[in-house]
């Protein structure tokens, strides 16, 4: 069935592609017989029916539906034109011009308001970030679009949209998130049939298996996007297959049919005029010409690869190619200018923020969540006053009314209990009646001894006054000294501020180089035993640098407003564990997470990624250095009325009273002879503390240990 259903697929095809050489000659015939907005729409169509594989012709007929859209003076053509012309530029490989047109037509879309322009032109200038290496404007830019589509319902270039988030995913190593939208991408193209764009997913998948050295996976979608492009006829998509192809028959050592694939893409590229392909061949041809020890060919292949990378402003290619050049001259034995190659890629790693692209790339969209989250939020409190101002008039009515109600009954009751009381004092007049006159006598005498205690209460309240008046003089001179003490902790605490925030700053710049260049020794290095001092040093400085990171937050915790947004705690455990895992070199490590995926939790997400990474790396520190057999954590939520439980189970650790007593000790004060309390449990109480949370230690009966964590449900 399945054979039948392929052979079905390949006769439309290629019935597809009998008539799709026509079609732009009969599209260009109707031109003649129309004027106005009509002309304009053919001339789109020209524009799609050519960019792909004739960018030249596609980027005249884009120029004539400008030119024609502002003599009608219809925005609306305006903006589309200017989007489809960017579009000509970016399948040219000419970036800055593609950026230039497309931010044009997102600028003429939000002021119509027009919502599908804006999302198209979104995705367009994301598109472009990508080729430009701008990661992190690229994912911005793509989420917005996104959003716009969703919201919308529109399905037209959603699967587009998909494909470059989950380029940008790839380019930061998110390899899971990458996958995600890679695949809802490809599904999309195949539900809608849109073949161009199911060989361009196809090519994506391809390549994040590549950077995943998945290579047999990544063949199989190279080779399914070359059959479709080769009876679909789309020379764009077929030259990245064919590349694709090419970079997996290196890794196979297969130097012939490596040359071969290049060689096609090449002269491909060349005749749709791909500039940031041609770069990307000549740069991949230098790799292949190394791998077979031609280290002078190769830096011929460099040269011309890094003359058009510069000229095109790629800045992702500069950077490969400067990697590559390094390696070549230390095959030359030119050390001195392998050196200082390396040295110029670590200074153009730096400047991109490649180190932190990962953490910026997981922020943004928490960013757009936040806002369309404050938007909502807005008009809720728009309807609340609403409803305040009625709930008010009302309440004002039942306070006017209540209190004079009671007040009646209470004047009732008590005129009730006085006439009574009254009643019953005048039987009691007559026979008090002698009673005060015998006591009269008494009373004379009292008043003679209240007026010597009066004289004696004048005198005592003078010397009060006088205690008052010394008292006052001594508070004084105590408050002002108070006053100086409390402004000179204010500014020694601010100076220990400034000395931690400085040195951290100064202390980053030497570990992230120490970082990168352990990176590359990881990569070019081949002694196993340099290898593993290597990979130790690198440890070692990320170890550092998440100290430093926290040193610093501590520092500046106290001045640090809460910002409240929703948790994905499952996200947020999983990637602080798998940083853990690697800091602290363990493989063989279960890590179980119970979570209920409609559980919905509000707080500052920047303080439980903190509170997270801290108690797993304490824990697995614990827990190695306790010589475990078997490593394994369970992580779950446990949700009370005003509060939630973050529970920590360490499976088959039991702890002594002893050592719980001092790993609670380590939680308010470090102590240096307990190995596994570090920096990290301080760090983690300033955090719970900051959310007014509570922290608890505790044994279950099978030997196992459970950290728990309480935090309030709203900040």
């Known amino acids: ?128 970030y990508i080729s430009l290496g ?36 790839t380019e930061a190593r998110m390899f899971d998130s990458a996958h995600h939208y890679l695949q809802k991408g490809l599904n999309v193209a195949e539900e809608n049939e849109e073949y161009d764009l199911i060989i361009y997913s196809q090519n994506n998948v391809g390549n994040a298996h590549l950077v995943q050295l998945e290579f047999q996976k990544a063949k199989i979608y190279f080779q399914k996007s070359l059959e479709i492009a080769n009876a679909y006829k789309n020379n764009n998509w077929e030259a990245v297959a064919l590349q694709g192809m090419g970079q997996v028959m290196l890794e196979y050592q297969d130097f012939d049919s490596a040359q071969y694939f290049f060689n096609k893409s090449f002269t491909i590229r060349e005749s749709i005029k791909d500039q940031k392909g041609m770069a990307e061949i000549y740069l991949w041809r230098a790799r292949l010409l190394l791998s077979q020890n031609q280290e002078r060919e190769s830096l011929t292949f460099l040269d011309k690869s890094d003359s058009i990378a510069e000229k095109i402003k790629a800045n992702d290619l500069t950077i490969k190619i400067c990697e590559v050049r390094a390696k070549v001259y230390q095959n030359l034995g030119d050390l001195n200018k392998a050196n200082e190659l390396l040295e110029m890629n670590l200074k153009m790693k730096d400047s991109l923020y490649v180190n932190v692209l990962g953490r910026n790339l997981s922020l943004i969209p928490l960013k757009l969540e936040e806002n369309k989250n404050r938007m909502l939020l807005e008009v809720s409190e728009i309807a609340l006053k609403e409803k305040s101002f009625q709930n008010l008039v009302y309440i004002s009515i039942l306070i006017l009314i209540i209190p004079f109600s009671i007040l009646l009954i209470l004047i009732y009751q008590r005129n009730k209990k006085i006439n009574k009381t009254l009643k019953k004092q005048n039987d009691k007049v007559e026979s008090q009646k002698e009673e005060i006159e015998t006591q009269k006598e008494y009373l004379e005498l009292n008043l003679k001894e209240l007026n010597r205690a009066k004289n004696v209460i004048s005198q005592q309240k003078d010397e009060l006054e006088i205690l008052n008046e010394q008292l006052a003089g001594t508070v004084d001179k105590r408050n002002i000294e108070l006053k100086s003490v409390n402004e000179r902790l204010r500014n020694t605490s601010l100076e220990l501020d400034n000395f931690i925030y400085k040195s951290s700053h100064d202390i980053k710049g030497p570990i992230v180089r120490l970082m990168g260049i352990c990176d590359l020794a990881l990569q070019d290095v081949e002694d196993a035993k340099a290898l593993n001092y290597f990979s130790m040093l690198d440890k070692a400085a990320l170890r550092l640098n998440v100290i430093i990171e926290e040193l610093k937050l501590i520092s500046e915790l106290h001045e640090k407003p809460l910002e409240n947004s929703q948790i994905d705690f ?144 709203s900040i």
């Not at 190695?624 to 189970?649: D, G, V």
């Not at 002893?658 to 380590?666: A, I, P």
């Open 134 to 169: 701008n990661y992190q404007n690229a994912l911005e830019y793509l989420m917005r679009s996104y959003e716009l589509k969703k919201k919308l319902g529109v399905k037209y270039g959603l699967e587009h949209t998909l494909n470059n988030i989950g380029l940008v995913y």
């Open 570 to 713: 499952r996200t947020i455990v999983q990637e602080s564990f798998n940083e853990v895992a690697y800091i602290e070199n363990i493989k063989n490590f279960d890590l179980i997470i119970n979570l209920d995926r409609n559980f919905i939790f509000y707080s500052d997400e920047s303080l439980i990624r903190l509170i997270t990474f801290n108690i797993l790396q304490n824990s697995l520190q614990f827990m190695k250095s306790e010589n475990l057999k078997a490593y394994k954590i369970e992580f779950s939520l446990s949700p009370q009325t005003q509060s939630i439980s973050l529970i920590f189970k360490l499976h088959n650790l039991q702890l002594i009273d002893e050592e719980s007593n001092k790993l609670m000790n380590g939680f308010s004060k470090a102590q240096k002879e307990f190995e596994n309390i570090s920096i990290g449990l301080y760090t983690v109480k300033q955090c719970i503390q900051k959310l007014n949370g509570d922290f608890n230690i505790h044994s279950e009966a099978q030997k196992h240990t459970i950290f728990e964590i309480k935090l309030p449900k």
């Open 1 to 128: 069935m399945k054979v039948k259903l392929l052979y079905i697929t390949i006769g439309l095809i290629l019935s597809f592609q009998s008539f799709s050489e026509d079609k732009t000659d009969s599209i260009r015939n109707l031109l003649q017989d129309t004027d106005g907005q009509e002309t304009i729409d053919l001339l789109h169509q020209l524009v799609f029916e050519n960019w792909l594989n004739r960018p030249d012709s596609a980027q005249k007929y884009a120029e004539q539906a400008l030119f024609l859209s502002k003599k009608l003076n219809d925005q609306i053509s305006v903006s589309k034109s200017l989007r489809l012309l960017g579009g000509t530029y970016t399948y040219k490989g000419e970036f800055e011009d593609a950026l230039e047109y497309n931010l044009q037509a997102l600028e003429i879309a939000n002021q119509l308001n027009d919502s599908i322009l804006m999302h198209n032109a979104l995705n367009n200038i994301g598109f472009v």
